[in-house]
C-alpha cells in the first residue's frame, strides 16, 4: 500500500429495533414466541395467506413516535405503507410491508464524541415501521448457513414490529459507529419503546461502507449485513475499511455489492451485487396513517428525562462525579432506584456508591431490574443512615444488605447478622483489643520501644481488632483504644 495515500472512511448505520408491544405489527398474534415451539405463534396474516387483511396495530405506532422522540426526530403528521417486493424463504408472502421514503419520524440527530474526543452531531435521516420476517434455522452445529445440508424456517417472528433508523453517513469510524448505536440503545430503551435486548434479537445492525482516496477516487458503498453485536459491528467495519483501502491503492474498483460478516472467520464475504428495490408500490390494503397533534403531544408528555440530562443533572445538583452519574443512568430501572433511594433520605453520594456496586452487583447475578430487587430504595436509605450514624460499620452493613436480598425486613437481617446496633464498643472493645495485643507480644514490643516509626504495626494491630469484630467496631474508636492499651502501665 503506497505510503503517500490516505483514506478516509465514511459509514452510515441502519439499525433494526423490536418495539415493545403485545402483539405484532398487523395481527393479533403474540409477540412473545420466547422458547416456544417453532410456527406456533403464525396465523393467516403474518403468513401473508390469500385473503387475509393487515389492520395497523395502534401501539406500534405509539412506540415508533416514542423512540423517533428520543432520537430528536420530528413526528410526520401523514405516513404510508408500501410493499417492498423480494423473494426469500423467511418472507412467506414475498413482500415485506414498510414505510420506505414516508417515515413516521424524521430529522433527528445524537451527539457523540468523535475520535479526538471532540462533540460531533450524527444525523439521523428517519425511522420508519414494518414487519419483521421469519427466522431461518440451518443443520450446521454452529447454526451457520455455510456448509448446511438442510435448513427450516420458523415464522413465529414474522410480522413482529420492528423500527428501522437510518443514520447519514456521518459515521467516520467503527469507535465512533459503536458509539452512536450505544447511546442510541440507551437513549430507546429509556424511553420505552423497546427493551433492545441484544441477547434476544431485538437490535440489530447493517452498515453502509465507503472509502474515500486522498487522490479523489471513491469506492462504491458495500453493504454489510448479518451483526448483532457492538463487537461483531465494530469488527465487521474494521475489515471493511481495511479491505477497500486495499483494493484502492492497488488500482482496484471496489463494487457495489451486499456483504456478509462471517464472525465465526472475522472476514465479510460477497453474497449479491446492491439491488435496488423499484417494485415499491402503496400497501393496498392500509389506508395512509394520520398522527394528530394532540396524540403526538400525549406520548410526548411520557417521554421520560434522557440519560445525558439526568447525568449532568446528578453531577450539578448532587455532586456525583461524571463517571458516577454515567453508571447511574445507564439504565433507567437503576435511575429510579437510585433517586428513590435519594428521596428517602440518603446522602446522594453514600447512595451512589451503594447503587453503583452493591445494587448492581445483585442486579447482575439476579438477571433482574433494580427495581425487581427485594432490597427497596426506601430500605436501602435507612441502611445507609444506620451506617453514617455510626449504628452499623459499613462492612457489617453489607452484610445485612446480602440478608435483606434473600427477603429479610432491616431489622431481621441485622438481627440474623448480629450486629449490634451502634457497633462494638466499650469494656467489649477494650478486652477484644487487650487479648489481640497479648496475643501479639513481639509486636507490641517493637511500637513501644520506638521501632514503628510509620505506624505500620500500629495499622495492622487495627486489622487484626477488625477482622475478630466483624466489622462491628468503628475504626476511630479501634485506634482509640489500641493508643489507650499501648500507653505504658
Not at 226 to 251: T, V, W
Not at 337 to 346: K, R
Request: glycine fraction near 6%.
Amino acid at each position: 500500500m503506497s505510503d503517500k495515500l490516505t483514506f478516509t472512511p465514511v459509514i452510515g448505520i441502519e439499525i433494526h429495533i423490536q418495539l415493545k408491544t403485545k402483539s405484532k405489527i398487523f395481527c393479533s398474534c403474540s409477540a412473545d414466541y420466547t422458547n416456544d415451539e417453532p410456527n406456533s405463534h403464525i396465523c393467516p396474516v403474518c403468513m401473508g395467506l390469500p385473503g387475509s387483511m393487515p389492520v395497523l396495530n395502534r401501539a406500534v405506532v405509539r412506540q415508533g413516535m416514542l423512540a423517533g422522540m428520543a432520537l430528536n426526530c420530528k413526528v410526520q403528521p401523514t405516513t404510508l405503507f408500501f410493499r417492498k417486493s423480494y423473494y426469500y424463504p423467511d418472507l412467506p408472502k414475498n413482500y415485506q410491508i414498510t414505510q420506505s421514503d414516508l417515515p413516521i419520524a424524521a430529522d433527528g440527530w445524537l451527539e457523540i464524541k468523535d475520535d479526538a474526543g471532540k462533540p460531533k452531531t450524527i444525523r439521523i435521516n428517519r425511522l420508519h415501521l414494518e414487519e419483521d420476517v421469519g427466522k431461518l434455522h440451518h443443520s450446521t452445529s454452529d447454526g451457520r448457513l455455510e456448509g448446511a445440508e438442510t435448513s427450516w424456517v420458523d415464522y413465529n417472528r414474522s410480522g413482529l414490529p420492528l423500527a428501522e433508523i437510518v443514520s447519514e453517513p456521518d459515521v467516520s469510524s467503527s469507535r465512533e459507529a459503536v458509539e452512536f448505536v450505544t447511546m442510541l440503545r440507551r437513549r430507546v430503551r429509556y424511553s420505552g419503546a423497546s427493551d433492545v435486548d441484544l441477547e434476544k434479537g431485538m437490535m440489530r445492525f447493517d452498515a453502509n461502507v465507503s472509502v474515500k482516496c486522498s487522490d479523489g477516487r471513491w469506492g462504491r458503498r458495500v453493504e454489510v449485513k448479518n451483526m448483532n453485536s457492538f463487537r461483531a459491528l465494530e469488527h465487521a467495519i474494521e475489515y471493511e475499511i481495511k479491505r477497500q483501502s486495499e483494493i484502492l491503492a492497488e488500482g482496484g474498483e471496489v463494487l457495489q455489492e451486499t456483504r456478509h460478516w462471517n464472525d465465526a472467520k472475522g472476514v465479510t464475504s460477497g453474497t449479491r451485487v446492491k439491488e435496488f428495490y423499484r417494485k415499491f408500490i402503496v400497501e393496498p390494503d392500509l389506508p395512509p396513517l394520520v398522527v394528530s397533534p394532540e396524540w403526538v403531544e400525549e406520548v410526548r408528555a411520557t417521554l421520560p428525562e434522557m440519560p445525558a440530562d439526568k447525568a449532568s443533572r446528578y453531577v450539578k445538583e448532587m455532586g456525583l462525579t461524571e463517571t458516577d452519574a454515567a453508571v447511574l443512568t445507564d439504565s433507567l430501572d437503576v435511575a429510579r432506584y437510585f433517586e428513590a433511594c435519594v428521596a428517602a433520605g440518603a446522602n446522594p453520594v453514600r447512595a451512589g456508591n451503594w447503587v453503583r456496586t452493591e445494587v448492581l452487583r445483585a442486579v447482575n447475578e439476579k438477571h433482574v431490574d433494580a427495581d425487581a430487587l427485594a432490597v427497596k430504595p426506601e430500605s436501602l436509605a435507612e441502611l445507609i443512615l444506620r451506617v453514617e450514624d455510626g449504628k452499623l460499620s459499613t462492612t457489617l452493613a453489607r452484610q445485612v444488605f446480602d440478608a435483606m436480598l434473600e427477603g429479610l425486613s432491616l431489622e431481621e437481617a441485622v438481627k440474623k447478622s448480629g450486629a449490634v446496633e451502634g457497633g462494638m464498643g466499650g469494656s467489649a472493645l477494650g478486652d477484644l483489643v487487650r487479648a489481640t495485643l497479648a496475643a501479639n507480644p513481639d509486636v507490641v514490643e517493637e511500637i513501644r520501644s520506638g521501632k514503628d516509626a510509620k505506624g505500620k504495626k500500629v495499622k495492622f494491630l487495627q486489622g487484626l481488632v477488625m477482622r475478630e469484630a466483624k466489622g462491628q467496631a468503628r475504626p476511630d474508636e479501634v485506634a482509640s483504644a489500641i493508643e489507650e492499651s499501648l500507653k505504658p502501665e
